[in-house]
């Protein structure tokens, strides 16, 4: 196979050189030749694993602010789960498939979560949040104990007191096929 591909390329190579090309230009042609196929291939990348979502509202201020483009890492639940604290980019089921919500996952599958007292509580163990400090106003539907089912996950925005998520019924527990990908 290596000799097969060793002597195709010596045949290229005097077939080239009996067409009088100057070396000079072959080399450069072979540079931008390497470029676009480095864009192409690069472009292409993004387009599969990656893509941006522009953040429209203050639900993640301060981690993330108002009309901020973030960069979504569409592969990494392809081969592994959220962790608790993942920022997600997640959409809210088949009616609203190009609006896309950003929120920090709090609550895994199979957990019990519940707000009392403006505390997060996961499986009656009160959760370190540190990415806002203000009591939790409203605890929503989290105000009794939210069991979590095999592929849902409970989320919050880290300006709770001021965005929709996990604890209002509209946005409810967010299920694996609903996220896009981890914001990065």
């Known amino acids: ?27 450069v042609t072979g540079i931008i030749l390497g ?5 192409f291939l690069g472009f292409g990348a993004a387009r599969m694993f990656g893509t941006k979502v522009i953040v429209d509202g203050d639900a ?8 901020a483009a973030v960069r979504v890492n569409r592969l990494i639940y392809k081969v592994s789960r959220p962790r608790r604290m993942d920022i997600i980019v997640f959409n809210m089921g088949q ?11 709090v609550g895994l599958p199979g957990e019990t ?27 929503g539907r989290a105000s009794e104990e939210i069991t979590l ?5 409970f989320v919050i925005g880290d300006n709770y007191n001021h965005c929709e998520d996990s604890r209002n019924a509209a946005v409810g527990n967010i299920s694996t096929d609903q996220i896009v990908g981890k914001a990065g």
């Open 1 to 27: 196979m290596a000799q097969t591909f060793a002597r195709k390329r010596r045949k290229l190579q005097r077939k080239i050189r009996a067409m009088g090309i100057p070396h000079k230009i072959l080399t």
């Open 60 to 67: 993640m201020t301060p981690a993330i602010e108002t009309n």
């Open 35 to 39: 470029f676009l196929i480095a864009a």
């Open 149 to 153: 089912g095999s592929d849902e996950y």
């Open 113 to 139: 979560v519940r707000i009392a007292d403006g505390v997060i509580y996961i499986d009656d163990e009160p959760l370190e949040y540190k990415f806002n400090t203000e009591y939790i106003e409203n605890a």
């Open 95 to 105: 009616n609203n498939m190009n609006r896309y919500y950003v929120r920090r996952v």
